[in-house]
Every structure is written in C-alpha cells, then in structure tokens.
C-alpha cells in the first residue's frame, strides 16, 4: 500500500505559498496586460483568490482556447493568470509527491530533465544496446489523441493513492472537471496547463513502473506520450507491443497511434526531435523543414515591416540553441545562408 499524504491544504492555501504561486506564473509574461492587472491589486487578489479555496467557493474560468499549427495542428487551453496562480498554489505542493513516484527514465516537464536529457539519455541506451548485443531494435510507441483522451475517473483514483487530504482532492477534482474533450465526456486535461503537464505524468507513472518492473525492460526512455525501447530480439518488441496495448486499452482507456512501429537501429532513434545513433545525433528532417519555411516567411515580411527582424533573431537563436545539441552544423549554415532580409527600396516620386 502507497504512502498517502494528509494535511496539504494548509500549505497549498498559505498567503506565502500563493505569492510564491504568482512569481511562477508571472514567469515569461510579466509586462502581458493580465499579469500586470492582478499585479496592479496584487495583494487584494492573492487575498480574494485564498479566501475563495479557503471558503469552497473556487471556480476555474472559461478557458482561452485557440489552434496552433506547428509541430502539429492541436487546440490550446490557455487558463486565465489567476487560475495559473491557483494551478501552481497546487503543483508547488503536489508535485513533489509525485516526483518521487516517477522512474528516472521519464523526462517530460520534470525539473533537471527535458527534451536534451531525453535525448542524451537514450543516446546512452543505443550506446549501450551496441556494446551489449551490436545491433538492435527500435519499439517507438505514442499515444493517440493523449491530452484529449485522459479518463477523469482513473486520473482522480491514482491520485487517491497518494493523496488522503480531502480538501486538496476536493480542489484537484474542481480543476480536472473544469475541462472535457470536445468529442469525449469525462476525458481530457487542457493541453496549456500546468496542471495538466503534472496529471499526464501522473497517469503515466503505473506504466514506467509496469514496464520497468514487471516486464525488466533495461533500456527504456519517456517523455511525456512518446516512448521508445530497445532490443536485440525483434520478435520480443512484437510480444511486447501487444502487451502494451492491452496495458494502455483495459488499464488506463487510451490507445496506441498506428504509427507505433518497430525500426532497426541501425536507422537512427526518431526521438524528442533528433535522430539519434550511438556514435551521433543529427537534426530530425521536419525540424529543418519547418524551420527554413518559418524564417522565409519572416524575410518576406521584413520587406515591408522592420519590426518583423527581432522576432526573426529570436527564431534563429532558437534555431541554434537547438542545433548547438546534435551533429547539424552544416544543415544550419545551409540553411542560414539561403535566408536573406532585405527591405524593398521606395519607389522615387515622380517631379
């Protein structure tokens, strides 16, 4: 039986800790006209804000929802600044709870981790795999529809597991029903959330365990609905996969994407936006691809607006950033130098 953790609310609804719940959220978008609005009143609000979790009477808004296109097409739910301020009150205590729940070889949205110790990470696995057996295979496994699909009732139970506090459930609950999937009653977390960041771990924490434990998979590797595992036997990977989806199907109510695949490593790890190989990692294809398009687009605006060149050197040092971690110098400066900004000349007036 799980230690279950009493008296949090205390800590989650103490001015201190709602303060503290403020300097994170404000984190990024301090001079943004909600931030500088709850700011304007500050103390009023945290004060507002704590009496309604105190007095049961917290109720999250309407969600801002809006599409974005890149990677991939999907609908964020943005909640308003002092819903975030309530959703890190929350997660500044919960989450250390959980934290030490997770396996290492999760990197999602964990502190000291990300998408650069994911890669790292699974670099050390085919490295390893090489030495163990010389080849290998790839298991790459995602999940279909993940935010969306998140079950609200086997989200609350495992949080249960580990959570006796009933006002601190009472506030989680509040906040997982607050939003539903279009298409799904009961399901779905907000992709733009904090908390949801949190709940998708969550989630997922009785699979690492399932698959570290019960099926003794050495090298393994998660962020957030993406996982990979490596093997010399390819009909293990194929046992295995059929495992998974019945685990992820009868367990937790979600489905494997049909891309879900079993690959030679000799191929390269498609994983966490690099192609990783034991000896070298090389920039995925669609990142140049989408990168090269983003910075064209902002040339052809700089023709007729200057301001577009600042955006344009804040895309580019996130380009190298990116870059700066793998073998992709020569795409960059390829890239880089097929790029130019100039602006249109006026036309002389006529006299």
């Not at 964020?76 to 819903?83: C, M």
């Not at 998708?200 to 993406?226: G, S, V």
């Not at 398009?293 to 344009?312: D, F, S, V």
Request: aromatic share 12%; with cysteine.
């Amino acid at each position: 039986m799980p230690k279950s953790f009493s008296r949090l609310w205390e800590r989650i609804i103490d001015f201190e800790n709602l303060y503290h719940a403020f300097r994170e959220a404000s984190t990024g978008k301090r001079y943004r006209w909600e931030s500088l609005k709850f700011k304007n009143n500050l103390e009023e609000n945290l004060i507002a804000l704590q009496n309604e979790l105190i007095w049961d009477m917290y109720k999250p808004e309407p969600y801002r929802q809006f599409i974005v296109k890149e990677p991939k097409q999907r609908l964020i739910s943005a909640p308003t600044f002092r819903d975030r301020v309530a959703h890190h009150a929350l997660c500044q205590i919960i989450e250390p709870i959980f934290e030490n729940k997770m396996i290492y070889e999760t990197f999602a949205c964990r502190r000291g981790k990300g998408t650069h110790a994911a890669m790292y990470h699974t670099q050390k696995c085919a490295r390893a795999a090489q030495r163990k057996w010389g080849g290998y295979y790839v298991l790459k496994c995602d999940i279909k529809s993940f935010f969306p699909s998140v079950d609200h009732d086997i989200l609350r139970k495992i949080i249960r597991r580990y959570i006796s506090d009933k006002k601190t459930m009472n506030l989680i609950d509040v906040i997982i029903q607050s939003y539903e999937s279009p298409c799904q009653d009961g399901k779905g977390v907000p992709i733009g959330a904090l908390t949801s960041q949190l709940c998708a771990n969550i989630i997922l924490t009785p699979f690492d365990h399932w698959m570290k434990e019960d099926n003794h998979i050495q090298f393994y590797a998660r962020y957030m609905d993406d996982f990979i595992i490596l093997h010399n036997d390819k009909r293990r990977l194929w046992e295995l996969l059929c495992k998974i989806e019945n685990y992820i199907h009868d367990e937790l109510k979600l489905n494997l994407n049909p891309k879900t695949g079993i690959f030679p490593g000799k191929n390269g790890i498609d994983f966490c936006g690099y192609r990783i190989w034991p000896a070298h990692i090389k920039p995925r294809k669609s990142t140049l691809k989408r990168a090269k398009k983003r910075l064209r687009k902002m040339a052809r605006m700089y023709r007729t607006n200057p301001e577009t060149l600042e955006r344009a050197k804040a895309s580019v040092m996130s380009f190298l950033g990116y870059i700066r971690h793998c073998q992709g110098w020569r795409s960059a400066k390829s890239l880089l130098e097929s790029i130019v900004f100039k602006r249109e000349q006026p036309l002389a007036s006529n006299r």
